[in-house]
């Protein structure tokens, strides 16, 4: 297993660089506490890197990435962009670069209802129950990348899958659904394109030499709608780009907070970490963005490379704050803390141990806190 060396940290727009300040906080107290040697490189992406570079994912930027073990990255995104459909350079043309070049082909994002949490979804509770599945999507190709036309009287984006780009995608979300409740749901449209059927053919041979892993098939209009009504009977869910983009939305208000959502995406060689919301641009410099999405991204990029014991230390903490009431005002009434006082609340008990509430540590440290 590659061991973690340098750690490309992209921050990006919004809140972003809060989210990312507060991962780096548990970073660094892991670091101290497992006796790790990580460095940062830091570097711009999206609105920020057009405002330096003039180019959403720049040169540089590329290269702090391709010299990363892993890379961590905040949100992107301006409104400024937003209602101007000349605009020649767009933040989200850094991310699309960005999956492209470093070939992070998969994307997964895992949905998981805490209990603490169910109350904050608009979905009823007793759907909720046992809700726990990962999203992989396919992330460079499809309709995202096809060949796109603007003509007088019509534009079109072609949505073209090769066999190749469908297996290697396919064959991590069967290693995944192996190792956890060995379900595998294709997502597609194969009642109506041959770009479906073609993920359907793939996915039927290589069924085949997944034998403990039971294979189904949702049309994606169906798929939206059990998402909602029936959510517990997932485990992993597969798609192409753009359906994997709605149905991880739409999955995403399960959990009763988009802040509470991590994601990792992987290639042959590389591996990115970032929260699933965006650069929730009113909220930037307020200090009350949610950064436990990016936290988790941390607690993923962790266990991926294997830093086992840091990852459950990370996971157990953020139960803890769950059931302390120690998470931002997004999480529900009783959740009253800034930003910043999650990052350092997480800290200190990642260092401290749970018995940092009941001492005085906690008290001494973060005595604007509790
Ligand atoms: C996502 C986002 C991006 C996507 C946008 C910002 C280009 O929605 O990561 O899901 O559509 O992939
Ligand atoms: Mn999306």
């Not at 009434?333 to 018995?355: P, R």
């Amino acid at each position: 297993m590659k061991t973690i060396n340098n750690i490309a940290v992209l921050p990006g727009d919004g809140i972003g660089p809060e989210v990312i300040n507060q991962a780096i906080k548990v970073l660094n107290s892991i670091k101290q506490k497992y006796g790790h040697q990580w460095n940062y490189s830091y570097a711009d992406i999206g609105s920020i890197a057009i405002d330096n570079y003039g180019d959403p994912f720049p040169e540089e930027t590329l290269q702090i990435c391709r010299n990363a073990d892993a890379i961590l990255l905040g949100a992107i995104g301006d409104p400024k962009y937003d209602n101007d459909p000349s605009a020649k350079v767009r933040p989200e043309q850094g991310l699309l670069k960005m999956r492209k070049k470093l070939g992070l082909f998969s994307n997964i994002r895992p949905i998981r209802v805490h209990q603490k949490m169910a109350h904050m979804s608009p979905i009823k509770e007793e759907r909720l129950q046992n809700v726990d599945f990962v999203i992989f999507r396919e992330l460079t190709g499809g309709i995202y990348f096809g060949k796109k036309k603007k003509a007088k009287k019509y534009a079109s984006d072609l949505c073209k899958y090769s066999k190749k780009e469908i297996k290697r995608v396919a064959k991590l979300a069967y290693e995944m659904a192996k190792a956890r409740k060995g379900r595998l749901t294709l997502v597609d449209k194969a009642n109506v394109l041959e770009s479906s059927r073609l993920w359907r053919e793939v996915i039927r041979k290589m069924s085949i030499k997944y034998p403990e892993v039971k294979t189904e098939f949702l049309f994606v209009d169906n798929a939206a709608m059990q998402v909602i009504i029936n959510p517990a009977q997932f485990d992993v869910v597969l798609c192409s780009n753009l359906f994997g983009d709605i149905i991880s939305d739409e999955a995403s208000v399960l959990v009763g907070s988009l802040g509470l959502l991590p994601s990792a995406s992987r290639g042959k060689k590389h591996a990115l970490y970032e929260p699933v919301h965006g650069s929730y641009p009113q909220a930037t410099g307020q200090d009350t963005a949610n950064p436990f999405a990016t936290i988790l991204s941390v607690e993923m990029m962790l266990r991926d490379f294997g830093y086992t014991a840091e990852a459950d230390n990370i996971e157990h903490t953020f139960n803890f704050c769950l059931e302390q009431g120690i998470g931002t005002i997004d999480m529900g009434k009783q959740f009253d803390l800034s930003c910043s006082q999650v990052g350092d609340v997480m800290s200190v008990l990642i260092e401290e141990g749970e018995n940092a509430l009941r001492t005085n540590k906690l008290h001494e440290r973060l005595s604007t806190i509790i």
